[in-house]
């Protein structure tokens, strides 16, 4: 989850993010820093649809009307941040979104264990079948295959495919 995202991250052209950062905080929030992400692979373009585009210029032109109404702790403009007058401008702390989702899965009646590092399983499952080992690594930010099958679970459809070998033999 990349909470430092920034306006100048994102290519509306190529409909790509650029991940290459992440806010670390030690203490209070407004104490927050932006490190480089874990690893050089793990800094990587990500084509979105035009959707999610969609959003992120809505996002980016509320933040912008904020802005122009309320003074920011913070001078760069950060997409994911608190709207509170004592943090507002500030990034998120991961904490904070993985509470405020797990708040959200429980008030529809889920009562399964939930962190938003569980988006990354899903959407490796989602896009497995439709995209090259390649893709999804690169996708994921990894730098072998092997970590990407961590997160790549197989679905009812994939575990049927083998059986289309034999289906062929038996007509």
Known sequence: MDLA????????????ILFYKQTTVKRKQINFKIDTTKSVSSARRVVVTPLVMEKLKALMKRLDDVRKQFKFKVEEKYLFVYLEPHKRGVPFRREYVNHYIKRCVEQCGINKPFHTHLT??????????????????????HTDKTTSEIYRHLTSEERLKPLEAFQILEN
């Open 5 to 16: 995202l920034q306006p100048e991250d994102i290519d509306f052209n190529n409909n790509e």
């Open 120 to 141: 990354r399983h899903t959407m490796a499952s989602l896009v497995a079948g439709h995209c090259d080992w390649k893709v999804l690594k690169a996708r994921l930010g």
